[in-house]
């Protein structure tokens, strides 16, 4: 069965704080928007490793791919 955006919006959700959140996908290939104030005085890969941290095993078992943009609320502009 493949991931939805849905199902990977709510791993992260569940991994990570999380101010604001988007997930795209194709069930296979995945962008997300991911805005938490965990990121504040962290540089990027640091971020990318909190979220793939939030993911676990999933990352490897069911998510073929992952885009990520990792901001913090200050750095957000809706």
């Known amino acids: 069965m493949l991931p939805t955006s849905e199902?990977?919006?709510n791993?992260?959700?569940s991994g990570l704080e999380?101010?604001?959140l988007e997930v795209e996908g194709?069930?296979?290939h995945f962008s997300a928007l991911i805005v938490s104030p965990?990121?504040?005085g962290k540089r990027?890969?640091?971020r990318h490793?909190?979220?793939y941290a939030a993911l676990g095993d999933r990352m490897r078992e069911e998510i073929h791919a992952l885009s990520m943009k990792t901001l913090t609320p200050e750095?957000?502009?809706p």
Request: proline share 0%.
């Open 7 to 9: 199902l990977i919006k």
């Open 11 to 13: 791993y992260i959700a």
């Open 18 to 20: 999380c101010t604001h």
């Open 26 to 28: 194709d069930g296979q």
């Open 38 to 40: 965990v990121f504040a």
């Open 44 to 46: 990027l890969i640091q």
């Open 49 to 51: 490793q909190l979220v």
């Open 75 to 77: 750095e957000h502009q």
